[in-house]
Every structure is written in structure tokens, then in C-alpha cells.
């Protein structure tokens, strides 16, 4: 029954490719995505410092409550990320303390909030990550309804169970299922032209020739007058 389910996640991105995308800032894997895939600049890291990579176990709840969450928590896989849409509602926490520490102790990867969280002194202190829309004290609520492993999507952007979390400081990032594999080929390529470019800048051989060359296309003279 939609909005009442529990679904079984028939696919599940690879650890090898979990750790693939390890090493590649968030930006580049963006960059390659053509800018048009983001978590939204809403959802921020809430935990001091460490990178989230890992699976989507999804889960789709209303405002306020994190009955479902619970439930997720139970079927979760070591290196799973609990991805949460509950609509961006920031009037109750939907995980706190109690949660983290029992997400740490399955080997969880981290969680993705679309929503508000609490505790946030142990949580900003520690490794784990946690991304959310903001900060309340008021708890949550346990009634339902909500759904597991169905896809959902944050700020535009879609995440089927089973597809690849990243998250750095600079936010969040779904990489597809199906193009994992060639997102990460194209990320790579460009995280090796940026360090060849801050070489270049280190040795004072940087190239900015393109700025006039695109200014030029655009009908503006670069030669100051």
C-alpha cells in the first residue's frame, strides 16, 4: 500500500566503488554530473569532521516522525547510508544521540536527513556522518505512515535504493546506480587536471588565456579603455 510499505532493495552499489569514489572531492564528482545533481545547500554536515560514502537504504517518512527510521535502522547493512525524506520539516528532530550510537554500533555509514536532528553537541563533536536540514530540540513521533526502499528525492534530486552517497564539506551528491562506473572514470580525469593546474600555478605557469578568449565570445573587448 503506497505510503505503508516495506520494500526489499534489489540492487546495492559495490564496496570496491564505494571506496573508488573515497579519494574524489564532491565538486569534481559534480562537475562531471554537468552541475545538475545536489542534496540542496540546505543540507549540511552536522558532525565535525569525515567523508559519507556508502549505499541508499531509503526511507520516506512525513514530517515528524521516525517510526520508519527505526525500522530501517534494523535492516540496514554495514556501510549502508539512511537516506531520509520527510519533506524538509524542521518542527521535530527525527534522530538524535540514541540513534547515532546505535547506527555506529551496526556499522552504518552515515545518515542523510532531509529534515531537522537533535543532540547536536555529541553528533558536531564526532566523525559520524549526519547531514540535515537543521537543528531542534522536540522529538520526534512514532506512528507512520512512511516507506522503506522506494525512491525518493531531496531538492530535485532522486535517490533509488541501492545508488551511491557521497558527502564532504561542501554537501551532498547521489551518483547513480547504472553510471557509477563512468562518473567515476570522468571524476578522476578531472581531479588529475586540477592538480596539474595547481602545479602550474605553484611554478607560475598558469594559463589564462581562456578568459579573454570567452569574453571576447561574448561580444565584450578584454583590452581596458
Known amino acids: 500500500m503506497v505510503g505503508l510499505q516495506i520494500l526489499k532493495r534489489q540492487r546495492r ?6 571506496q573508488a569514489f573515497a579519494g574524489v572531492p564532491v565538486a569534481n564528482i559534480s562537475d562531471c554530473m554537468s552541475r545538475m545533481t545536489a542534496g540542496g ?13 556508502g549505499a541508499a537504504l531509503t526511507v520516506k517518512t512525513r514530517p515528524g516522525d521516525n517510526l520508519m527510521i527505526h525500522k530501517a ?3 540496514a547493512e554495514p556501510g549502508d547510508v539512511i537516506v531520509v525524506d520527510a519533506g524538509g520539516d524542521l518542527t521535530n ?8 550510537s546505535y547506527a555506529v554500533s551496526r556499522g552504518i ?13 555529541m553528533i558536531g563533536s564526532g566523525s559520524f556522518p549526519v547531514y540535515a536540514a537543521g537543528v531542534t530540540h522536540r522529538g520526534p513521533y512514532k506512528d507512520g505512515p512512511g516507506e522503506i526502499n522506494v525512491p525518493v528525492a531531496i531538492d530535485g534530486m532522486v535517490i533509488h535504493p541501492g545508488d551511491l ?17 563512468a562518473i567515476l572514470a570522468a571524476a578522476n580525469q578531472k581531479s588529475a587536471a586540477e592538480q596539474k593546474t595547481l602545479q602550474n600555478i605553484a611554478a607560475g605557469r598558469h594559463d ?16 581596458p579603455r
Open 13 to 18: 552499489i559495490s564496496e570496491r566503488l564505494v
Open 41 to 53: 545547500p540546505r543540507l549540511r554536515p552536522m558532525h565535525k569532521s569525515g567523508r559519507l560514502g
Open 73 to 75: 535502522l534494523a535492516l
Open 93 to 100: 528532530a527525527l534522530i538524535g544521540e540514541l540513534m547515532v
Open 109 to 121: 555509514a552515515g545518515f542523510v536527513m532531509n529534515g531537522a536532528i537533535r543532540d547536536l553537541d
Open 165 to 181: 552517497m557521497v558527502g564532504d564539506a561542501d554537501g551532498l551528491l547521489c551518483v547513480p546506480f547504472d553510471q557509477a562506473e
Open 208 to 223: 589564462t588565456s581562456w578568459v579573454d578568449a570567452a569574453l571576447q565570445r561574448i561580444g565584450c573587448d578584454p583590452v
